[in-house]
């Protein structure tokens, strides 16, 4: 049997993170990079790719920008042929891309009927074929391999009837069954080496959810409110502590594992509210 560390530890793996220039990507990054990994910092920003690859460095981890948008085939082509000419392999996907626009969004004063199609169709891709296409472009690599892991990230949004963030919810939701779906079609024709899971985490104050959840002085907005009063801990997420379950998931620790979607909420999807 192998000693704990030996089942936890990422050395030698590669790793790609999309999304990685992200509150929660860029955390998952260089969390991955502490266990030993070599991380592909990808994004559509260039410069904060470098931010977070220099941030890994500084912590005497091995990590490369790579600028490209998920939802552009031939610059995720690129890029995986720049990691694989540096590092020779792809062992660990992780789909931290995604996001939200108001268009896909219905206000309190609003319907359903007042919905932006276009904006909704922009946030059904970015979620959801943002994360199908990195999926069939890096996990061709890990396929050949024989052996890897493939995380998404899904949401609380995914399994509740969250208000407002019908786009968002509506793709998340997607990953969910995406990832169970994968999961087997990768077991059965590519063998048991491959893993496909996915986190949802709670909810975590990021650059696109902060105005919504919290006023300018840093005090709770009535949505933050009720967010806090049906999480049982009381508290948003911190990025760091999505970082165990997504080492767990990503090594050998959890060898017989796939298709499952984990919960790091702070009991959000476990309370009722009464």
Known sequence: MKFIYELFSLDGKVAIVTGGTGVLGSAMAEGLALAGAKVGVLGRRQSAARQVVEAIRAENGEAMPLKADVLNEAQLQKARERVLKQWGKIDLLINAAGGNMPGA?????ETVFNLHIEDFRKVVDLNLLGTVLPTQVFGRSIADNGKGVIINISSMAASRAITRVLGYSTSKAAIDNYTRWMATEMALKFGEGIRVNAIAPGFFIGEQNRRLLTEEDGSLTPRGQTIIKNTPMQRFGQ??????????????????VTGIVVPVDGGFSAFSGV
């Open 105 to 109: 969004t219905i206000t309190p004063d």
């Open 239 to 256: 990025p760091h502590e999505l970082l165990g379950t997504l080492l767990w998931l990503c090594s050998d620790a959890s060898n017989f």
